[in-house]
């Protein structure tokens, strides 16, 4: 399996300076958003679970893992890559979020640790919910 080391390097290449992985979980054709809380960095928008690549660790098992620490939900299988969007972090860091569409582990519950709400969003009610440009454009070309 690829370990996606080669977007990392050429993240770093590129004057990246944290890195951030996110899953498009994507079920009966919605795709799983969380709200992040109102106090927060961005907060009140809906995002992907997504979460920052640890010193020493790889893309995958990152993504493995914060997927489980933010939804409780268990990755099966990476079905895809779809890309990455750059973005500044809170501390003012050049970030790339790196994307995969997984599919989970059945049967789930999802456990919210570090969001305040979360909605399962088809293509035509996107434009409800409050997410970034670069997420709407990641997910419009998914979701049905």
């Known amino acids: 399996m690829d370990d996606f080391t080669h977007l990392i390097e050429e993240a770093i290449r590129q004057g990246i300076e944290r890195f951030v992985v996110g899953a498009i979980i994507e079920i009966d054709k919605k795709i799983l958003l969380l709200k992040r809380p109102e106090d927060d960095f961005m907060g009140g928008i809906y995002e992907l679970p997504s979460g920052k690549v640890e ?3 790889d893309i995958i098992t990152a993504l493995y893992r914060e997927v489980e620490e933010e939804t ?3 990755v099966a299988k990476i079905k895809q890559y779809l890309g990455f969007f ?10 790339r ?5 997984i ?3 059945q049967p789930f519950d999802l456990r919210l640790r570090e969001h ?6 088809s293509k035509n009610e996107l434009g409800r919910y409050n997410v970034t440009d670069s997420v709407r454009e990641l997910i419009e070309p998914l979701a049905v």
């Not at 979020?97 to 569409?101: A, K, T, V």
């Not at 305040?116 to 969003?121: R, S």
């Open 55 to 57: 010193e020493g660790e």
């Open 72 to 74: 409780g939900i268990k």
């Open 86 to 95: 750059d973005y500044n972090s809170k501390s003012g860091k050049r970030t």
């Open 97 to 101: 979020q790196f994307n995969f569409l």
């Open 103 to 105: 599919t989970p582990e």
């Open 116 to 121: 305040d709400g979360f909605a399962w969003v």
